[in-house]
């Protein structure tokens, strides 16, 4: 029972919106990351990716054929702890 305590770590996430050119390629994408939504109208998918090497992935994605762009969430990096008010 040691080994399952030792073996589990929660490990950080990072959305990413992927522009595509064409909803026919966005299968791809899941090589790349989990795909979570696909806005037919849009035409974007949203993707979640491990925070520990999001920006490779995302450079792989850039360099695709047809993604227009890749938009990283900043959710991770904004801080969600404030200081009481002063009167």
């Known amino acids: 029972m040691d080994v399952l305590s030792n073996s589990f770590e929660l490990n950080g996430r990072i959305g990413l919106v992927v522009y595509v050119q064409s909803l026919k390629q966005v299968k791809v994408l899941r090589r790349y990351a989990n795909l979570y939504y696909v806005s037919k109208r849009e035409k974007y998918a949203f993707l979640y990716t491990d925070l520990d090497g999001h920006e490779?992935?995302?450079?792989?994605?850039?360099?695709?054929?047809?993604?227009?762009?890749?938009?990283?969430?900043?959710?991770?990096?904004?801080?969600?702890?404030?200081?009481?008010?002063?009167?």
């Open 56 to 87: 490779a992935v995302i450079e792989q994605m850039r360099a695709l054929p047809f993604v227009e762009d890749v938009v990283r969430s900043e959710r991770p990096f904004i801080a969600e702890t404030y200081a009481p008010k002063q009167k």
